[in-house]
């Protein structure tokens, strides 16, 4: 259960860590089928290097991402449709109703992987409203092997500026302070939500071990498509539409 204390600070800073989230076999379960997509044992909705070697050999990216897997794994569908952390999102997103937006799973091998630099997801997409994400950690991720780093209460400042794939000091360029950036280190299973405009980051592995993340972004159900980039491919122009269920099935509904 999301507490009071727990809405509270979410809704002041933007972000909100919650140890233990996914325990036991649960955790032990979604861990190995997480190694099976890297290991390319599953089927693939979408795979790449979010680090920019388009011809980086499989298992070799410097920063793995695979989308979709909610679509191909009955183990990770599961987790992804499980409708307690659904009815989580709900609170922070003050809603009585949760969908599913997207799923994927980011890897910074140990030893090379690169920063991710400040960004907030929100800004490149194609929805009208912020998301929640729940950042799972599927292994000890400490500031060392690049933990997750939030600037508080950055959400209320609104949309910034694109990813930069640069050197990654754009928005101390246009004057964006995240010098009260928190670095917040996570054992596996614990899970960190974050709203779709808060900025965050995180440094490069520094170590000899993966950092792998399994991660699932609910969506409000008022939000509709801005433009015609649907997350999934489809023939339908979804400019202007609300998320079908098909594609983003409710995870959660009740009271708030």
């Not at 032990?28 to 089927?43: I, Y």
């Not at 979709?68 to 009815?87: H, K, M, N």
């Not at 950690?137 to 794939?165: F, H, N, Q």
């Not at 640069?166 to 280190?185: C, L």
Request: charged share 25%.
């Amino acid at each position: 259960e999301i507490t009071v204390e727990q809405i509270e600070f979410f809704r002041d800073n933007g972000y909100l860590h919650c140890p233990g989230m996914i325990v036991g076999d649960d955790l032990a379960r979604l861990t190995v089928e997480v190694q099976a997509f890297v290991n390319n044992e599953r089927e693939t909705f979408f795979r790449t290097d979010l680090g920019g070697d388009s011809s980086a050999e499989l298992g070799q990216e410097s920063f793995l991402q695979i989308c979709g897997l909610w679509r191909t794994s009955g183990i990770v569908r599961e987790l992804a449709l499980d409708p307690i952390r659904g009815r989580c999102a709900g609170a922070l997103l003050d809603t009585d109703r949760i969908h599913l937006l997207s799923d994927m799973i980011l890897v910074k091998p140990g030893n090379f992987s690169r920063a991710t630099h400040w960004h907030q997801d929100f800004v490149d997409h194609s929805t009208s409203i912020p998301e929640v994400t729940m950042w799972v950690s599927l292994d000890t991720a400490t500031e060392a092997s690049g933990c997750m780093r939030y600037v508080p209460g950055s959400y209320k400042w609104g949309k910034l500026i694109g990813y930069d794939y640069g050197d990654g000091t754009n928005y101390e360029k246009q004057g964006v302070d995240v010098s009260t950036a928190v670095a917040i280190e996570a054992a596996p299973g614990d899970a960190i939500f974050h709203h779709g405009l808060c900025v965050h980051g995180a440094g490069p592995n520094r170590t000899p071990d993966a950092r792998r993340a399994y991660i699932i972004r609910y969506a409000h159900p008022d939000t509709v498509y801005e433009r015609n980039e649907p997350v999934y491919p489809t023939d339908e122009d979804v400019t202007g539409k609300h998320l079908n269920e098909q594609d983003h099935p409710v995870v959660w509904e009740g009271k708030k």
